[in-house]
């Protein structure tokens, strides 16, 4: 069975990598899908956030990261999935997400929603908590993986332009992982 797990991702945290995780233990494949909002100013570009996920669940042999536009229920039917995956955090989480389950149940009989609830130590964890602390000059080594912590602190730190990332300026694509490009490049960041 094939599950989706749609969402920003802006970034990737140790909450999210916890779902992940415990989603490929019960499907046999999990595609980690970016939703390219583009009502949404984010951190990282669509491509960046890719590399980053695929960095960070590059032990997970059946998780694929890939982007999508539109309705979540249609990305899935495109991908063959039966499932959406969604963590559930605290009781706002819970409102939102019944809501988003009840509505694409509308649109996809044959599409279930599965919440996998926090493990109690993420259950603060968002990406913007992540970015709050680091735009205050916090640490978030424990929120995040390593390379997502140095992305972030180029970031806000020294100012760099986010195309000079350590991850997705240095490290190659796995040709094992279904990449965007068609040429196996890592194509360049969205203006
Ligand atoms: P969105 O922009 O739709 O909120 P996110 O990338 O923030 O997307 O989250 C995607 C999914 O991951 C959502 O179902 C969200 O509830 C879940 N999630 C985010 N952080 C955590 C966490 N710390 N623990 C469990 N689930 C989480």
Redesign the pocket.
């Given at each position: 069975m094939i599950a989706i797990y749609p969402?920003?991702?802006d970034p990737i945290?140790l909450?999210?990598l916890?779902?992940i995780q415990r989603g490929s233990r019960l499907f046999d494949q999990v595609v980690v899908a970016v939703l390219r909002n583009p009502h949404k100013a984010p951190l990282f570009t669509v491509q960046q956030r890719l590399v980053q996920i695929r960095i960070a669940t590059q032990h997970l042999s059946n998780v694929e990261a890939d982007s999508f536009d539109g309705l979540t229920v249609n990305y899935a039917q495109q991908r063959q999935a039966q499932v959406l995956l969604?963590?559930?955090?605290a009781i706002s989480?819970f409102e939102v997400?019944l809501q988003m389950a009840h509505t694409n149940k509308t649109l996809s009989t044959q599409i279930e929603t599965v919440f996998l609830a926090?493990s109690n130590e993420?259950s603060f964890?968002?990406?913007s908590v992540v970015k709050e602390i680091a735009r205050f000059g916090g640490s978030v080594d424990h929120l995040v993986p390593p390379h997502i912590a140095l992305d972030i602190s180029k970031c806000y730190n020294h100012n760099y332009p986010t195309a000079n990332l350590a991850t997705t300026a240095v490290i190659p694509p796995l040709q094992t992982i279904p990449m965007e490009s068609p040429t196996g490049t890592i194509p360049e960041p969205e203006v």
């Open positions: 969402g920003s991702f945290t909450g999210h916890d779902i969604r963590g559930l955090r989480d997400e926090t993420y964890l968002s990406s």
